[in-house]
């Protein structure tokens, strides 16, 4: 036998797997990378220097959403697992670590929605789509708890690292946001 022939061998029981796990942590670094650009943009750190970092933004966070499709789509052929779609669609109707998998689902669903609330929100009205767009942040910590509680890798070295090296930016600039003086409502001036 070849070596193609053993890797294939090897592989092949495993493909929808590998190609979910792997899915998965692309996922996580997009929406990672699209979670900083959106602070950046929204934040005030750049100060008048700011480039137009929208096209950017868009084109992870859809990225984010394709790869977020193939990770629970690909576990439809996985032989262990063997879910169904209302198992890898709907919250807490997977027996398999219900708690997590229902997470990442939640988190799945709303990033779709509001990531594709940026196509509406002319209709929603800028100022409100402003406010819904904000809870992307949530769902993105959703989906982290996701990855860190039922991944594969959750425990490997590697991953942790990649993680923390994707996640803690975005998590710093978080907190700056959510700190800043400007962040928090100010009281009206009295008439």
Same mark, same amino acid.
């Given at each position: 036998?070849?070596?193609?022939? @053993?890797?294939?061998?090897? !592989?092949?029981?495993?493909?929808? =797997?590998?190609?979910?796990?792997?899915?998965?942590?692309?996922?996580?670094?997009?929406?990672?990378?699209?979670?900083?650009?959106?602070?950046?943009?929204?934040?005030?750190?750049?100060?008048?220097?700011?480039?137009?970092?929208?096209?950017?933004?868009?084109?992870?966070?859809?990225?984010?959403?394709?790869?977020?499709?193939?990770?629970? *789509?690909?576990?439809?052929?996985?032989?262990?697992?063997?879910?169904?779609?209302?198992? #890898?669609? !709907?919250? $807490?109707?997977?027996?398999?670590?219900?708690?997590?998998?229902?997470?990442?689902? !939640?988190?799945? =669903?709303?990033?779709?929605?509001?990531? @594709?609330?940026?196509?509406?929100?002319?209709? #929603?009205?800028?100022?409100?789509?402003?406010?819904?767009?904000? $809870?992307?942040?949530?769902?993105?910590?959703?989906?982290?708890?996701?990855?860190?509680?039922?991944?594969?890798?959750?425990?490997?070295?590697? $991953?942790?690292?990649?993680?923390?090296? !994707?996640?803690?930016?975005?998590?710093?600039?978080?907190?700056?946001? =959510? *700190?800043?003086?400007?962040?928090?409502?100010?009281?009206?001036?009295?008439?």
């Amino acid at each position: 036998m070849t070596t193609t022939q @053993l890797l294939a061998t090897a !592989v092949g029981p495993h493909l929808f =797997w590998i190609t979910s796990r792997a899915a998965g942590v692309a996922a996580l670094v997009l929406s990672s990378l699209s979670v900083c650009i959106g602070l950046l943009m929204g934040g005030r750190m750049l100060k008048g220097r700011q480039p137009d970092l929208r096209v950017t933004h868009e084109a992870l966070s859809l990225a984010t959403l394709v790869a977020l499709v193939v990770h629970g *789509l690909t576990l439809l052929g996985d032989g262990y697992l063997n879910p169904s779609l209302g198992d #890898i669609a !709907v919250p $807490f109707l997977s027996g398999y670590k219900t708690l997590w998998t229902s997470a990442g689902i !939640v988190a799945f =669903w709303g990033l779709l929605l509001l990531g @594709l609330s940026y196509y509406a929100r002319t209709r #929603i009205g800028p100022q409100r789509w402003r406010k819904l767009h904000r $809870f992307t942040a949530l769902a993105w910590i959703l989906g982290i708890a996701h990855s860190l509680g039922e991944g594969t890798d959750a425990g490997q070295a590697w $991953f942790l690292a990649m993680t923390a090296i !994707v996640v803690v930016p975005a998590l710093l600039l978080l907190a700056t946001r =959510w *700190l800043s003086p400007s962040a928090t409502p100010q009281p009206r001036a009295a008439r």
